[in-house]
């Protein structure tokens, strides 16, 4: 029988290539007309930039601000009336900076400068990443066992509830939760401490991070004038790392809810021959349930007759000298 495995597989590439087309479509329809508008805005005040300094070519404007953008792209500011709390890599902010890239979130916000640092971050980031991974995965999953398995186990053992219900029934509970703990009230809190962003922009914020997407289009603890920037940035890394496990809790519970690994199964070659052997492991044939017996000894009984050897005794004849 041909497996239709294979088949199956072509067809997912090709929906994830055509959810990619749609994607790229809908963010440059509703995104050009801004840019667009955006490039017009700066072509004015380019101009009116000029006009107004006569004095200063195009050339040398053009030339400082391509390395203002360049040393702002490092974090650094550009701006002469530099406060303390605008330092990029202190080490609150170093420490910022670990955990967002230990994590994979990388705001890009700043990024090292030095050669040795880019050596740094390279090794530290091969041991570090798979080490953060693994820390957030076993605490996800510890806290999966007592928030989810152990409740349930209570509840249908003692109430005597549908098992399946309750599962559906616990996984809603729990989600709300979540998503109610780490992005809609952090959203508030976001608004109010940044000043300048949105709610809508806060939950944005909080999305993008909390699914290691980090686009760095907002960054916290960046805005001028913050109260206490050291210890809200800590704070910051807190709700991250937490955020990071609860995330993954979710996905464990939506995974367990569908059913995943059977429609994954669907697009894995080869699995049908894994699956029958388990199965033949699980149920073994009737005649391995017999009590064991090992081959040699069977072989050498049956291969060696009682009357070879006379100075054995033989329990299958009489002994002729016994009567």
């Given at each position: ?199 809508v922009d806060a939950l944005y914020f909080c999305f993008i991070s909390l699914t290691t997407i980090g686009l760095g289009d907002y960054v916290p603890g960046e805005q001028s004038g913050q109260r206490m920037p050291a210890l809200y940035k800590l704070l910051v890394i807190c709700y991250l790392l937490i955020g990071l496990i609860a995330v993954f809790i979710l996905v464990e519970i939506m995974k367990s809810l569908l059913n995943c690994d059977r429609f994954f199964n669907l697009f894995l070659f080869g699995c049908e ?51």
């Open positions: 029988m041909v497996s239709h495995r294979p088949l199956l597989f072509l067809l997912l590439l090709l929906s994830y290539v055509l959810y990619l087309v749609i994607g790229a479509y809908v963010f440059s329809t509703l995104e050009q007309p801004f840019e667009d508008q955006l490039r017009e805005e700066v072509e004015d005040l380019w101009s009116d930039f000029l006009k107004t300094h006569p004095c200063l070519s195009e050339e040398h404007l053009d030339d400082f601000l391509r390395k203002a953008f360049l040393v702002k792209s490092f974090g650094v500011s550009v701006l002469r009336n530099i406060s303390g709390f605008e330092v990029k890599w202190d080490f609150v902010s170093s420490l910022f900076f670990t955990g967002t890239t230990l994590t994979t979130i990388g705001y890009g916000h700043p990024v090292p400068i030095s050669l040795k640092g880019k050596i740094f971050c390279l090794l530290y980031s091969i041991i570090g990443i798979p080490f953060t991974l693994t820390v957030l995965s076993i605490a996800a999953r510890n806290l999966l066992f007592l928030l989810r398995d152990k409740p349930i186990h209570i509840l249908h053992l003692q109430c005597n509830f549908d098992r399946n219900k309750l599962v559906w029934i616990h996984a809603g509970i729990v989600i709300s939760l979540l998503l109610l703990l780490f992005f809609f009230i952090p959203a508030i809190v976001f608004e109010a401490v940044e000043g300048n962003w949105g709610y021959d894994s699956r029958r052997a388990e199965e033949m492991e699980r149920d073994p044939p009737y005649d391995s349930e017999l009590p064991f017996v090992p081959k040699h000894d069977e072989t050498r009984r049956r291969r060696v007759p009682h009357s070879v050897s006379p100075a054995e005794k033989s329990y299958g004849t009489i002994n002729a000298s016994f009567s």
